[in-house]
């Protein structure tokens, strides 16, 4: 039976939301389908709202009954078993009856199979706008799940691992970064636990610019975009389910906590009272109160704080929403032992926009182009702004116009602005880009839906290039230009074709191509285009006879490479006249034909004519003469008259020379006029030799090695004629008459045309070398013969048949020039020696004749070496070597001077006996008595330390240089003047004081 519920639900001015109406909610079962007005009525009618609002009013009449303050939402607190007032106790019972009755029906409409919602994200794509530096932790967005009235067990996933999305729908980062870009997209998908159902959704973050952050600080994030407000009730009530057929079951709960709004931005006095949370357990005993989460205990630490014996709940400090949109926290209630007195509870506090951002454009400066001569309407650019506050609010809520255009021509509005999603588009024709290249625009973008009072601007500029479209084409700056050319001449530019376009320089529409449309029928000539100068360059592509063509007329078009635009009402090219004159020059003489080939039979003797080889003067308007001369003939057989150009034999033609190559004589010939310059011309003149049988054959090879028993006893040989065909083989070969010998020990058979075999008729031949003369005929007309000798090497062999005397290998494996080549080898090795030989010996005399060069007083090596030559002095020639034995026994003191004896020098006293020098002694000894010297000295107590020198031998006295002791100068050197060694410097310094008398010896 159709069945027509209405439910009429009058409810005291606390609870209805418009106090001065009532509540009607209707429910028609009347159709299979249940009109979506009416259900979503009942449906969507949150619990969590009829029990806020009852929760809101016994706050109220608490705070009232008390005498506190309740700001905000006002103090809560959930009592139990208190008296309440007859009003409390209406709007609970009607509370209840609200709940009742929607649970009934909604149990009758799944009773019936029909569905109630379409789980899924309530948009395709959330958008954002956040700080580009993004820390660890931070909530950027809220997605909302539709899933059913809780019916659907949802977890959450996302394509980016920088990403992670909480159970309420709270998207966090996952790890601190940097946006980059303009924007970040990833995609979030929703599992349904209980089957394979899965949903998506795209979330884009634009990254906000530095300057959109306030003067209180950077902003970390922003979470404009969101298409849910903030204020979603985090709180989530038990759901009320049936736990049987016709039965219902209500969760009870201590804490109802609703979301609490605290507007961002607040002036001082701070702290401010948010909400009181109490505990009905708080009357037998005394409780402590504790908040936990970001905000609380956590960065942001210390926004918000609770009195932990009354429960208020205060924030320290003005909230950013940019920065944080939303906190939440958690309460908790213990005894003063610490243990949990209830559950904690979720508190959220939404922060409350408030219009502190100024819009703030992407770029400074935008740039677009448009091509001239759109039409209005035509889509330019698009130029953004974004506000860091709360888009679904006017405070983020952006508008866009356009303030200012330069230059204003050809009119001030050329361009307009969509002022919701600034684009920018054409609203006037005449856009010209050759009159006005660019415009420029200054963009302003205002908040609050751009009210001018209310709203916040900020301003942009916008470049808009024209483009350059195809609508002037190229014009000659003449009619007709000029060029001349000489003969015979190509890849030379010949004239420059000027041209002029308004078009913008080095694009399609301003590049111009040339053709030739007329006059060229030869294709003598090209235009390309100068990149640089966009001019026509009349080039020759083929060489021009002036005796052919004297002049040209070109007929050239210009025009662009690209075709004009439509509409345009001007010819899309210019055309022109080129004027080419040819100028003659003196061109070379030409022999016809060349090369000249002609066929000679040689042998042909000296002084008979060849050929006549003439060439021709291309210049038939100039009277020149011809003048012929032979410029290349390599076996000189040739001469040509330098008048007639008559070919004639010096030599015999020989087809055999080296010269000639595959049976053709070259030679080349050169033809000169007396022109001005004069010019000249070569031709080649290829003789065909005939061959005649001039050449007899030989036999080949000329030389072999046999062993003294050969096996096999026979040699292959073959005939060598160069002449060609028919005067070659086949060949005759025999063996002479004379000597007797060889035919009786040799017999040749001829194998065919050119090869034979030589036999040896006996077994074996002595060592030797022997000769075989062998007779061969030529095919030739007539034929020729000729007896040619064949060396043939006899040797005794081993058993691999490999000659073992070393006679026969050498005569054998070394030819006559190889044997030279071994004696010049060893000739230049001996005049080698010889030269270095000759090189010593003269090496020794000039060292000789050094020495002889040499005084004999100057050579020191001979004044030290001969020691037995020196004497007591240089008057002392005939001395006596006794002299050299102890000389201070052999002069008593008593004859010597007084104040001759040094300082230093060795008292007289007893001493031991040194060695005696014998009075002729060996020349060899001086060693030997030295050492024994030197080593009596060693041995003597009174040796000197008193002197730094051992006289070992006494040479003397009486000798004219005197003494040269620098110590012995106190009787002929007391008088001289040292002072002069004061200017000698520091080193001479000290000699000049102890010598002049400056100090004391």
């Known amino acids: 039976l159709p069945l027509s519920l209405s439910l009429f639900l009058f409810l005291p001015p606390s609870l209805s939301p418009t106090p001065s109406l009532p509540l009607s909610f209707s429910l028609s079962l009347s159709s299979p389908l249940i009109p979506s007005l009416y259900l979503s009525l009942l449906l969507s009618f949150p619990l969590s709202h009829s029990l806020s609002l009852s929760t809101r009013s016994r706050s109220r009449s608490r705070a009232a009954a008390e005498g506190t303050r309740s700001p905000g939402v006002g103090g809560l607190e959930a009592g139990r078993g208190r008296s309440r007032p007859a009003a409390m106790v209406r709007s609970e019972a009607a509370a209840t009856v609200v709940l009742l009755l929607a649970a009934l029906l909604r149990a009758t409409v799944e009773a019936n199979g029909i569905s109630l919602c379409v789980a899924g994200f309530t948009e395709d794509t959330y958008y954002a706008v956040v700080s580009r530096d993004i820390y660890k932790g931070q909530p950027l967005l809220n997605v909302v799940f539709n899933d059913c009235f809780g019916s659907i067990s949802i977890r959450y996933e996302s394509s980016d691992p920088k990403f992670r999305v909480q159970r309420d729908g709270v998207v966090f980062a996952a790890e601190s970064f940097r946006l980059s870009g303009k924007q970040l997209k990833f995609v979030i998908t929703a599992y349904n636990a209980q089957s394979v159902q899965q949903w998506q959704t795209a979330v884009k973050l634009a990254g906000r610019s530095v300057s959109s952050a306030k003067q209180s600080g950077p902003k970390s994030w922003n979470p404009s975009g969101v298409s849910m407000p903030w204020n979603v009730p985090d709180i989530l009530f038990p759901a009320v389910r049936p736990a049987s057929i016709g039965q219902l079951k209500r969760q009870k709960r201590d804490w109802v906590i609703p979301p609490i709004n605290v507007p961002e931005n607040e002036r001082s006095p701070f702290p401010k009272d948010l909400v009181m949370i109490r505990s009905d357990r708080d009357k037998n005993r005394s409780l402590r109160y504790s908040v936990t989460g970001p905000g609380a205990d956590q960065p942001p630490n210390g926004l918000f704080s609770i009195n932990p014996i009354s429960g208020q709940l205060i924030v320290t400090r003005p909230l950013d929403r940019e920065q944080i949109p939303s906190y939440h926290l958690r309460a908790h209630a213990v005894d003063l032992n610490g243990n949990q007195v209830e559950n904690p509870i979720d508190i959220v506090i939404n922060v409350i926009d408030m219009n502190d951002n100024r819009p703030e454009f992407l770029h400074p400066t935008w740039n677009g182009s448009v091509p001239e001569g759109s039409k209005p309407g035509t889509f330019v650019m698009t130029v953004t702004a974004i506000d860091a506050d709360d888009p679904n609010t006017s405070n983020g809520i952006l508008r866009y116009k356009i303030l200012s255009q330069n230059p204003s021509s050809p009119s001030s509005n050329m361009f307009t602005i969509n002022n919701q999603t600034g684009d920018i588009f054409t609203v006037a024709a005449g856009l010209d880009r050759e009159k006005v290249p660019q415009y420029t625009l200054i963009i302003q973008a205002t908040d609050m839906e751009g009210s001018p009072m209310y709203g916040l601007s900020n301003t942009a500029t916008a470049i808009i290039t024209i483009r350059d479209v195809n609508d002037n084409p190229p014009e000659f700056t003449s009619a007709t230009f000029y060029g001349e050319v000489p003969e015979n001449r190509f890849d030379i530019i010949v004239a420059n074709l000027t041209v002029t376009d308004k078009d913008q320089p080095h694009t399609d529409a301003w590049n111009a191509a040339y053709r030739i449309i007329g006059g060229d029928a030869a294709g003598h000539f090209i235009i390309p285009t100068d990149p640089n100068s966009n001019d026509g360059l009349v080039t020759v592509d083929k060489p021009i006879d002036y005796e052919s063509n004297r002049a040209f007329v070109l007929t050239v078009i210009a025009e662009n490479q690209v075709s004009l635009t439509k509409g345009i009402q001007l010819p899309p090219q210019s055309t022109a006249t080129v004027s080419i004159t040819v100028i003659d020059v003196n061109e070379s003489p030409r022999f016809v034909p060349n090369p000249k080939v002609v066929r000679q039979q040689e042998g042909l003797p000296e002084g008979k004519v060849v050929t006549f080889f003439t060439a021709e003067d291309p210049d038939r308007y100039m009277q020149q003469t011809m003048r012929y001369s032979k410029l290349s003939d390599p076996a000189n057989w040739l001469k040509i008259d330098p008048l007639r150009g008559q070919v004639t034999t010096i030599g015999e033609l020989d087809r055999e020379s080296p010269f000639v190559r595959n049976n053709m004589y070259n030679a080349t010939f050169l033809a000169s006029d007396n022109g001005i310059p ?43 004629d160069l002449d060609i065909e028919p005067n070659t083989g086949p060949f005759v070969f025999e063996l002479p008459a004379t000597p007797e010998d060889v035919r009786r020990n040799w017999t040749i058979t001829r194998l065919n045309g050119d090869y034979a075999q030589l036999s040896l008729k006996i077994g074996m031949l002595d060592d030797g070398i022997y000769d075989i003369p062998i007779m061969i005929i030529d095919s030739g007309n007539p034929p020729l013969s000729a007896t040619s000798v064949l060396l043939i090497k006899v040797c005794p062999c081993n058993e691999n048949g490999d000659c073992t005397s070393a006679e026969a290998i050498v005569a054998a494996g070394l030819g006559t020039g190889a044997i030279i080549a071994i004696l010049l080898c060893i000739i230049i090795l001996l005049i080698l020696v010889l030269l270095f030989v ?10 000789q004749a050094k020495q002889l060069l040499i005084d004999p007083e100057d050579d020191v090596r001979d004044n030290i070496l001969k020691y037995d030559e020196e004497g007591g002095g240089e008057e002392d020639q005939d001395y006596d070597l006794s002299q050299l ?67 070992f031998d006494y040479e003397g006295s009486g000798s004219m240089a005197g003494s040269l002791s620098s110590l012995n100068s106190t009787s002929s050197g007391g008088d001289q003047d040292y002072d002069y060694l004061n200017d000698w410097g520091p080193r001479f310094r000290k000699l000049a004081d102890m010598y002049g008398g400056g100090s004391d010896l």
């Open 678 to 720: 004069p010019a000249s011309g070569t031709g080649t003149l290829q003789i065909v030799l005939l061959d005649e049988n001039d050449n007899a054959p030989q036999v080949s090879p000329q030389e072999v090695s046999i062993c003294e028993r050969p096996e096999p006893n026979a040699i292959n040989i073959t005939a060598i």
């Open 838 to 847: 000759i090189w010593m010996k003269r090496r020794d005399k000039e060292r």
């Open 885 to 951: 034995q102890q000389p201070d026994t052999m002069e008593p003191d008593s004859i010597k001077p007084m104040g001759i004896r040094r300082v230093d020098e060795r008292p007289i006293h007893a001493e031991p006996q040194y060695p005696v020098r014998s009075a002729a002694p060996h020349p060899g000894d001086i060693g030997d008595f030295i050492n024994e010297g030197l080593k009596a000295a060693d041995n003597d107590p009174t040796a000197p330390p008193y002197d730094s020198l051992l006289v």
